[in-house]
């Protein structure tokens, strides 16, 4: 046996040897995991409006509308897809980079079929808008990306909350899905329980109060910052 051949094969032992030990969620193509399993590009840079960002859109998006619970959530997960962080959508859903017309994860939002349409009745389809979300990220290559787009100076109930609410929370608390009875898109509701402290107690996981995003990470401490001003300066309609 020649030298070239027994590397090439104590090369093939190694590398089955490795795949077999493997347990790390598996990588997609041109991304390097960090120690949370997601790659995140950006994140401290201005956004650009001409950009959509996984993590400051579309993730939100699909949290509040398609990983409710016995929907897509990590419990759930509805027909083995998950929609919950950025590795689970890209390995469970068709999501093809640049081709969002080839993309289930577009395609379920414009089915007319009411057995096919995503997120199904009764819950509320996504507007025009926030499927145009959805649509550019994928055109734009379907990346992990973020930007810093927060700001704490100037908090307005219009130009800072409704965005969050919009966001994180509508999904999940409207009038044709009213999780725990609330509705979220009327200000007298958001008001209510901010000013009664079950806002702050669940957007910052406390004891005896439920977490929310509910089967997400806690919004970030710029977010929360903003929810805190917002209240602190009467919780008002502005």
């Known amino acids: 046996m020649n030298k070239l051949t027994l590397f090439a094969g104590i090369a093939c032992i190694v590398t089955m040897f490795a795949l077999s030990c493997k347990h790390e969620p598996e990588e997609l193509p041109g991304v390097t995991n960090n120690n949370n399993g997601n790659v995140v590009t950006g994140g401290e840079q201005a956004c ?34 998950q929609l919950t962080s950025y590795l689970t959508i890209m390995n469970t859903v068709d999501v093809d980079p640049g081709d ?57 109930y219009s130009g800072a909350m409704l965005p969050i609410i919009n966001t994180h929370c509508k999904g999940c608390h409207n009038p044709a899905f009213l999780s725990a009875g609330l509705d979220l898109t009327a200000y007298a509701n958001v008001s209510n329980i901010a000013q009664n402290g079950k806002l702050m107690g669940t957007i910052n996981h406390v004891t005896g109060y439920p977490a929310m995003p509910r089967g997400a990470n806690k919004l970030n401490d710029c977010r929360i910052t903003q929810i805190r001003n917002w209240i602190a300066a009467g919780a008002q309609n502005n």
């Open 48 to 81: 650009s409006v001409d950009t959509v960002y996984f993590q400051n859109k579309v993730l939100p998006l699909l949290i509040s509308n398609c990983a409710k619970s016995d929907c897509h959530d990590a419990i759930s997960h509805q027909d083995d897809i």
């Open 100 to 156: 969002p017309n080839g993309s289930e994860l577009y395609k379920v939002l414009n089915e007319t079929d009411p057995n096919k349409i995503m997120p199904p009745p009764p819950s509320t389809p996504l507007t025009a808008a926030e499927k145009n979300i959805i649509y550019t990220w994928i055109l734009q290559g379907a990346k992990n990306n973020a930007c810093n787009d927060c700001d704490t100076t100037t908090i307005t």
